[in-house]
């Protein structure tokens, strides 16, 4: 999904300097996501995604427009998606990038709300059983 505003329109300089720090470029800060990520730890993630956003109000638009508004316009495609006669019965399986997972305002937890199952795959269900073929699986 392409956002329209650009990161100046959305923070001042120094902002953006202190985002890029502490959203990537911070020794550890990567590896402690994969491993929050890895290990369903949904509180740290939260934690390592969204501090910046409670700790600094400047960082509130940026936010809101590149996470809050895109999850609700890429919900409701989803939503649009799920609900296609084509996929009536069928379990989908949705990537999104993990700001869009976690949260009281995740995409998984507005779809949880509205009654759908929603379901983190962790890498032993990605894992074929023993003995069985891998297979790559391809939906028109």
């Not at 305002?105 to 023993?130: C, D, M, N, Q």
Request: hydrophobic fraction near 40%; avoid cysteine.
């Amino acid at each position: 999904e392409q956002v329209e505003a650009t990161l100046h329109d959305l923070l001042p300089s120094a902002r953006i300097a202190r985002l890029a720090r502490d959203t990537g470029t911070k020794p550890g800060k990567v590896q402690a996501t994969v491993n929050a990520w890895r290990a369903g730890d949904e509180k740290a993630l939260d934690r390592l995604i969204f501090d910046s956003y409670r700790e600094d109000p400047a960082f509130k638009p940026f936010f809101d427009s590149i996470i809050f508004q895109r999850n609700r316009r890429m919900g409701r495609r989803l939503k649009v998606l799920l609900e296609a006669e084509q996929h009536a019965g069928e379990t989908v399986f949705v990537v999104l990038g993990v700001a869009h997972l976690v949260g009281d305002r995740s995409i998984g937890r507005r779809f949880a709300a509205e009654g759908y199952h929603v379901h983190r795959v962790t890498r032993a269900e990605l894992r074929p059983p023993p003995g069985a073929e891998e297979s790559i699986a391809v939906h028109p």
